[in-house]
């Protein structure tokens, strides 16, 4: 492997993991806007 193809590859997973972190933050977020909401309802 090339240097090249190798920080390609590093820059995918990184992309990757940004994405997912992104995605479990909005996930997080939600669930404790679920949770306020629940108990303003009760």
């Known amino acids: 492997m090339s240097g090249k193809q ?3 590859k ?3 997973n990184n ?3 940004i994405i997912s972190a ?3 933050l909005n ?3 939600q669930g404790f806007f679920l949770m306020k909401n629940c108990e303003k309802s009760k």
Request: net charge positive; glycine share 0%; proline share 0%.
């Open 6 to 8: 190798v920080t390609k």
């Open 10 to 12: 590093m820059r995918k």
């Open 15 to 17: 992309n990757r993991n």
């Open 22 to 24: 992104k995605y479990n």
């Open 27 to 29: 996930l997080k977020k």
